[in-house]
């Protein structure tokens, strides 16, 4: 059974930065392509970044390029979101998500991923 499970969340001023992390158990990371989604009140879920499995491919959203960055260490079963300059309107809940059939590339449609985390709160105050 594959788990995701996310830490990292908290409430930061703007300007400020946070780093996510999501751990992968039941399987290696190793092959599955990685995403992060972030879901604030009265939105529709939406994607933030995503990584290739062997990370060399990554998306951004247009609102968060530059600011924020993925990562990940298959030797630690481990997916981040560095997440830079923030601001008020990245307050969101945010998703890590793993899709273990995917080819080489990112992946940016929610539908195609199997598995999510739980969510990590995320509150930018002004």
């Known amino acids: 059974q594959v788990h995701l499970v996310e830490s990292g969340g908290g409430l930061v001023q703007a300007g400020g930065s946070l780093r996510l992390s999501c751990g992968l158990s039941?399987?290696?990371?190793?092959?599955?392509?990685m995403g992060w989604f972030r879901q604030a009140p009265g939105r529709e879920r939406e994607i933030v970044a995503a990584i290739s499995w062997r990370g060399v491919y990554t998306y951004y959203a247009d609102s968060v390029k530059g600011r924020f960055t993925i990562t990940r260490d298959n030797a630690k079963n481990t997916v981040y979101l560095q997440m830079n300059s923030l601001k008020p309107e990245d307050t969101a809940v945010y998703y890590c998500?793993?899709?273990?059939?995917?080819?080489?590339?990112?992946?940016?449609?929610?539908?195609?991923?199997?598995?999510w985390g739980q969510g990590t709160q995320v509150t930018v105050s002004s």
């Open positions: 039941g399987r290696t990371i190793s092959g599955v392509a």
């Open positions: 998500a793993a899709d273990p059939s995917a080819g080489a590339g990112a992946v940016i449609d929610d539908r195609e991923y199997d598995y």
